[in-house]
Nanobody, 126 residues
Framework: QVQLVESGGGLVQAGGSLRLSCAASGRTIIYYNMGWFRQAPGKEREFVAAISWSSGNIVYADSVKGRFTISRDNAKNTVYLQMNSLKPEDTAVYYC???????????????????WGQGTQVTVSS
């Protein structure tokens, strides 16, 4: 079992930045693909970014490309999401997720992830 705890959310003005962290416990995440998703009120949970277990592959949703950066520190068992140039439409609860590497492409669908954190709220004011 992998437990994930997100932190770093908050209220920020449009154009500002936040850095989310996802701390894992229970197992090392070194062989896990890691992803970030978000869910706005009344909307489906959507993919934001993912990083492969080796950090060799990284993918972003088009809506955040060029503004968000996903990274991982396996020594700290932690994944990060640096969010710059935030927009009001980025307002959502952000979730971290873990997928044990099974081969194949980096996962981008929520059903492909086995473990989830409780989420952290990000609110961007205009």
């Amino acid at each position: 079992q992998v437990q994930l705890v997100e932190s770093g959310g908050g209220l920020v003005q449009a154009g500002g930045s936040l850095r989310l962290s996802c701390a894992a416990s229970g197992r090392t995440i070194i062989y896990y693909n890691m992803g970030w998703f978000r869910q706005a009120p009344g909307k489906e949970r959507e993919f934001v970014a993912a990083i492969s277990w080796s950090s060799g592959n990284i993918v972003y949703a088009d809506s955040v490309k060029g503004r968000f950066t996903i990274s991982r520190d396996n020594a700290k068992n932690t994944v990060y999401l640096q969010m710059n140039s935030l927009k009001p439409e980025d307002t959502a609860v952000y979730y971290c997720a873990a997928d044990p590497y099974r081969g194949g492409p980096i996962p981008m669908r929520k059903y492909e992830y086995d473990y989830w954190g409780q989420g952290t709220q990000v609110t961007v004011s205009s």
